[in-house]
């Protein structure tokens, strides 16, 4: 692609990246095996993890081989204060979610800045420029490595590595899962396509690009699932609706595919392949994701800070810096010094000085001395001392630890099918079935979608059945703590009794 040719459509080099590193990164397999059961666990139940918000120092790569690739320190750091406006809900266009949608819109409670000092503890401003003699790189990787005309990554457990140089084919960025080399850990951004100034252009000038791409360094799936238009996919995230495919440009609300009316895709989701403009928010289901990535794989990255909201950067232009050129110096002058005359000095005559002669002065015999001896001082004898033993504490025991014998050596054409990768039109299959991996369960998408109701039911069904985890969860910590009296373990009874009804009636299949 010549340097002045903006992509027209976004593309996105993530999922090709990681079907490479499935076939030829050993241990990649395990690594992501191991995160999307600790994704899939922290759905069910939300695990301990980091309170308030993380703050993750970023170090950005420039490689250029012209002085317009070259961009400014300006332009890098508009793009630091977009990913920070973008996952912690403070970016503008947040109000312009349609009103369904809304209450699923979340803090993912990140922050970015430049990082202050390098890797040997030296003061640095975050920034490293490389001059090339490449014109243009893919999503080989060749950009990550100085032996290859690109730059040498900074330690991933610390830093958050961005990349920004010239790509080829149209592409936009690519981004790395986690669980892969370090040496390769970070996003790749193309430069005009990074920040809000200098050669950032429309319709990719608003530097989402970059929050999509961190989206999946944080362990998000493209919203559509990955499975091209066959409504099988699933981004593992349960309050996504499901979608035929990616969204392109500005599409206008409601856009109904895959039997999801009548509140359709949420294109407006960073995760989707909408302009910049339109996509402007993550779910709730993407930051429990996302906090539990930063509570498994990346915990080491990053430091807790509070969450409070930022303050304006300027006071606001109508305050007054100074008071009111009338506001009083002393107080009136026909202020009382004194209480007025007639302002009485005793109590009223009539005013009685003992109480009521008829008030009794012990309370009622009868009153009851002890609580009613039917009053029950432990809990039930049949209410179970222990938490059910059918609460799954780990994922199911069916759930694949190895991929498929018979998997491609090869590429073939269309992505193959792994653990955790969406079934579809791969081999291995046919469309709609279940592949070698497989997804987890709760959080797949089930089978038999374009029955809009039926789809609609079962989503509501998975989360009804989820929420009932988390409860039955709170209460088996309580109750491991000897944090629960009588009031408590019943209600723990109740909850694990609706949970077997909400089973017994259809449920089982998603929870």
Known sequence: MAENDQPKRRSCGTMQVHERMMRTVPGYMDARAASENHAWRAALTPLMGRTGCTKIPVVVHVVHKTQAQNVSDAQIQSQIDVLTADFRKMNGDVGTVPAPFAPLVEDARLEFELATTDPDGKPSNGITRTKTNKDSFDSDDSVKSSASGGADAWPSDRYLN???CQLSGGLLGYAQFPGGPAATDGVVILHSAFGTAGTAAAPFNLGRTTTHEVGHWLNLRHIWGDDGTGCFGSDFVADTPNHAGPNYGTPT?????????????MFMNY??????????????????????TLDGL????GVQ??????PPKDPPKELPKDPPKDFPKDPPKDFPKDPPKDFPKDPPK??????PKDFPKDPPKDFPKDPPKDFPKDPPKDFPKDPPKDFPKDPPKDFPKDPPKDFPKDF???????PFDPPGPFPGGPVGQPGPGGVPFVLATPAGAGYGGQIQARQQMAALAAAYLRLMGHYQQLHARGMLDAQGMAAWQEIAAAYQQLLASGGAGWA
Do not use: E, L
Not at 350 to 355: E, Q, T, Y
């Open 305 to 310: 800070i509070p969450c409070a909201k930022q």
């Open 271 to 292: 995760m989707d392949y909408v302009d910049d403009a339109a996509m402007v928010m993550f779910s709730a289901g993407q930051v429990t994701r996302m906090q539990a």
């Open 412 to 418: 073939p054409g269309d992505p193959p099918k792994g």
């Open 298 to 301: 990346r915990s080491s990255i």
């Open 350 to 355: 009539d005013f009685p000085k003992d109480p």
């Open 162 to 164: 961005i990349w920004v």
């Open 253 to 265: 609300f409601p856009s109904v595919t895959c039997g999801n009316a009548p509140h359709g895709d």
